[in-house]
C-alpha cells in the first residue's frame, strides 16, 4: 500500500533510491482513472520502488515546490531529488514501460 503523506513526513516519504510520489485531489475524475493503474504497478515494483500519495488539498506547499499545477501528476524522486514528472492519465504499459526504464538507470 502507497505511503499516505503530507508536509510532516514527506522527505522521510521520499528517501530511498527510487520513490514515485503520486500527487492528486479526491475531486479529481482523471486521478480517480488512475487507481487501478497506481495499484498495479505498485503491486508489480513494490519492492523496488516506493509508492507515495499525496493529497494536494491538504497542504500547497510540496505541489507547489514541484511545480505541480495539474492533477494527476507523477514525481519520480532518486535518493530524495525530485528528477521527473509525468502529468495527465497514461495506460498501465505505458506507466510499466516507463517505471522499467527509470529501474534501469
Not at 20 to 46: H, I, N, Q, R
Not at 53 to 67: A, C, G, H
Not at 68 to 77: K, R, T
Not at 92 to 98: A, C, G, I, R, V
Request: neutral net charge; aromatic residues 12%; proline residues 7%.
Amino acid at each position: 500500500m502507497a505511503t499516505i503523506a503530507n508536509n510532516d513526513n514527506f522527505q522521510q516519504a521520499i528517501a530511498g533510491p527510487l520513490t514515485v510520489v503520486d500527487f492528486w485531489a479526491p475531486w479529481c475524475g482523471p486521478c480517480k482513472m488512475m487507481v487501478p493503474t497506481m495499484a498495479k504497478l505498485e503491486e508489480k515494483y513494490g519492492d523496488r520502488i516506493k509508492f507515495v500519495k499525496y493529497n494536494i488539498d491538504q497542504q500547497t506547499e510540496i505541489p507547489q515546490q514541484y511545480k505541480v499545477y495539474s492533477i494527476p501528476s507523477l514525481v519520480v524522486f532518486r535518493d530524495g531529488v525530485g528528477k521527473e514528472k509525468v502529468t495527465g492519465v497514461y495506460p498501465f504499459e505505458k506507466l510499466d514501460h516507463y517505471l522499467q526504464r527509470q529501474l534501469a538507470q
